[in-house]
């Protein structure tokens, strides 16, 4: 078996419910890899959670719970999220499960053995809610510290340090070298401006077991527990190392033993995050992973910030977008179409109940859903649900927009690719008032006229539904159902024009997005 296309997500931190933001990220992430799977590619996607650290240990004292209980009470709702966002995942890693604890391990042994971490001294001022140590720089103008840091106090403290800072000027050449490696083009330019104008520091590795206790002990001084990166990031290699891929393995030295499973994915293709943590997945890790010796992952791909009504979510004020209630009101793919089809990965975006439910309307109920009804129910009605000859009228918009689709699909313009769909449903619906079926259907002279007038509408749905079903698999698949067509539409191939055959027969139209409303709902 060959290297399959190995797809993340960011790990999501347990210290409270997902929001539309991680959900947004799973998203986008499931169509990559449903995409990828659908032209024939081996996928492994991997996402998780990330749960060690102070924040969780405060989280889980404040509810009374031990951090281990508390994180399992919300990586079951993680997982259910995951579950109801359709998500096509192969694992599903947690920080605190034994095979990440041990990859942990066996990378800290391996660079500390080649003495890329060092203990050192530190004296500073420290916040505590931040976790962070703070400079003069980040203090307010009047010298005081900004509430946000929460209490700030003096700490002297020794850690453990991973030599980062010898790793600038390569790093700055890779990125260079490989446009590529973090997109889009404007989050890469940011790295580089920062990478050039700031001296990279060592990566400080670790914080005192005794004020955190919520980590992995460092292997050669469990006094340490691992802090933040070093644990987090790890995760993208814990499951490969644990499947036994040799080139995953490579990177933790002769102590880590794995029995090899065949399955080969390292090094990752493709690392979805949000632009808050591009730095840590274009420089700290290239940089851990260059002194372990392991291969670079191929692509970072940074996607843009979602705010409600223009205001940052937030679980304080309550401007929130809670996935489970939008999909119980609207149906998980009417959800996972608008995250996709408002927002290109890159910018940051903006949700409006409103424009939530116009796009619902419009392109959905209206665009789609009217498309497929009209087509079967004329064919039901004129044809007795029987397939006429095959027509090629529409094969050449079918086909353009099949190639323009794919090509966008694998340059990860998710967005593009939606609107390159709809260009056929557009067409296909435009067709219907171009032909007027209905006014041939009463003249027996156009019976022929009208055969591939309708095969062509059956056909375009058809087709439709095997592009459609990275993005909204069940609709993709009820399209598929009500054709009475045989499996699912998951494969690219399916899509080539003239698969319907003649005498087949199609099943009846049952709506796929019900029109909502659009005077809003009285309070409840
Ligand atoms: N645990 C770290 C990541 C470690 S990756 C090795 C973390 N967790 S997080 O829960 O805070 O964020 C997880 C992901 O969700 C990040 O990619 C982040 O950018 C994304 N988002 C968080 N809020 C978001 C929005 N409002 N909108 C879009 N994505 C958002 O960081």
């Known amino acids: 078996m060959g290297k399959r296309f190995y797809v993340t997500t960011a790990i ?6 997902a929001h539309l933001g991680h959900a947004y990220e799973m998203v986008v992430t499931d169509v990559i890899a449903r995409a990828r799977r659908s032209f024939g590619e081996e996928v492994f996607f991997l996402t998780g959670l990330d749960e060690h650290g102070l924040k969780v240990q405060q989280a889980a004292a404040a509810e009374g719970k031990t951090p281990q209980a508390y994180c399992d009470e919300l990586a079951t709702q993680w997982r259910d999220l ?34 890329e ?8 001022w420290y916040s505590v809610r931040e976790e962070t140590f703070l400079t003069d720089k980040d203090r307010n103008p009047d010298g005081s510290w900004d509430a946000k840091w929460g209490q700030v106090i003096p700490l002297v403290e020794e850690n453990w340090y991973f030599r980062m800072a010898r790793h600038q000027d390569w790093i700055i050449r890779y990125l260079e070298e490989h446009p590529e490696f973090v997109q889009p083009e404007s989050r890469r330019n940011e790295v580089l401006g920062f990478l050039r104008s700031e001296k990279l520091e060592d990566l400080c590795i670790s914080r005192p077991a005794a004020r955190l206790g919520w980590g992995i002990p460092l292997p050669f001084a469990p006094e340490w527990v691992t802090y933040v990166w070093f644990d987090a990031l790890t995760n993208y290699l814990t499951v490969p190392a644990s499947l036994g891929d040799p080139a995953a393995t490579a990177a933790l030295g002769p102590e880590y033993v794995a029995p090899d499973t065949g399955i080969s ?14 730095k840590f997945h274009a420089v700290y890790w290239p940089a851990m992973l260059q002194a372990a010796g392991a291969a670079l992952p191929r692509q970072v791909l940074a996607h843009g910030w979602w705010q409600k009504d223009g205001q940052k979510l937030s679980k304080t004020t309550g401007n929130l977008v809670d996935p489970v209630v939008v999909i119980s009101e609207w149906g998980l793919d009417a959800f996972r179409y608008y995250l996709v089809r408002e927002l290109a990965i890159g910018p940051d975006g903006n949700w409006t109940d409103e424009s939530f439910r116009s796009r619902y309307n419009a392109e959905l109920a209206n ?16 044809r007795e649900g029987v397939v006429p000859a095959v027509s090629q009228e529409l094969a050449g918009d079918a086909e353009q927009a099949r190639a323009e689709t794919e090509r966008l699909l694998r340059a990860n313009d998710l967005q593009g690719a939606l609107g390159s769909i709809w260009s056929l449903v557009n067409r296909a619906n435009l067709y219907v008032e171009q032909t007027q079926p209905f006014k041939l259907a009463k003249d027996p002279a156009q019976a022929s006229r009208l055969d591939e007038v309708l095969y062509n509408l059956v056909e375009a749905c058809r087709v439709l539904a095997v592009m459609l079903a990275p993005f909204i698999p069940h609709t993709a698949a009820r399209i598929y159902a009500q054709l009475r067509l045989e499996g699912t539409p998951d494969r690219w191939s399916l899509g080539t024009w003239g698969g319907l055959t003649p005498g087949h027969r199609v099943g009846t139209p049952e709506p796929l997005f019900p029109r909502k409303d659009l005077v809003p709902k009285p309070p409840r």
């Open 367 to 382: 665009g789609l859903g009217n498309l497929l009804n009209r087509a079967l129910n004329m064919l039901n009605k004129y």
């Open 117 to 124: 971490i060092y203990k050192a001294g530190y004296e500073g």
């Open 265 to 278: 994915l390292w090094p990752p293709d493709l690392h979805v995050i949000g632009k808050d943590i591009v």
């Open 12 to 17: 999501y931190y347990t210290n409270g419910a």
């Open 82 to 115: 995951a579950r109801l966002l359709g998500l096509s995942n192969d694992d599903f890693i947690r920080t605190t499960e034994p095979r990440h604890r041990s990859v942990v391990e066996a990378i800290l042994t391996r660079l500390h053995a080649t003495g």
